[in-house]
Nanobody, 114 residues
Framework: QVELVESGGGSVQAGGSLRLSCSGS????????VGWYRQAPGKQREWVGN???????DYAASVKGRFTVSRDAARNVVYLQMSRAKPDDTAVYYC????????WGRGTQVTVSP
């Protein structure tokens, strides 16, 4: 059974950093586009950034210059490096990929305090 698992969430003060991980089981993330999304309380889920199978990255305007998506091919993991975090970044963060079907992880909570 294909599974995505996010980890690395937690609490951080504004201006701080966190690194989130998305691990794939029974799916090779290195050959797929992988996206990060987030959902804040009372808001719709929104796209944060993604990495293509070729390694190209793209970001939402709200995080560009502060967040970086990368992958570790040997570990089959995609990372979201959060830097200069803001309280508005507080949300549950999810990773997503698609291979014949859509796959989502269960999410990891990130809380940024002022």
């Amino acid at each position: 059974q294909v599974e995505l698992v996010e980890s690395g969430g937690g609490s951080v003060q504004a201006g701080g950093s966190l690194r989130l991980s998305c691990s794939g089981s029974r799916i090779n993330l290195n050959t797929l586009d992988v996206g990060w999304y987030r959902q804040a309380p009372g808001k719709q889920r929104e796209w944060v950034g993604n990495i293509t199978d070729a390694g190209t990255t793209d970001y939402a305007a709200s995080v560009k210059g502060r967040f970086t998506v990368s992958r570790d091919a040997a570990r089959n993991v995609v990372y979201l490096q959060m830097s200069r975090a803001k309280p508005d970044d507080t949300a549950v963060y999810y990773c997503h990929t698609r291979f014949k079907a859509n796959y989502w992880g269960r999410g990891t909570q990130v809380t940024v305090s002022p």
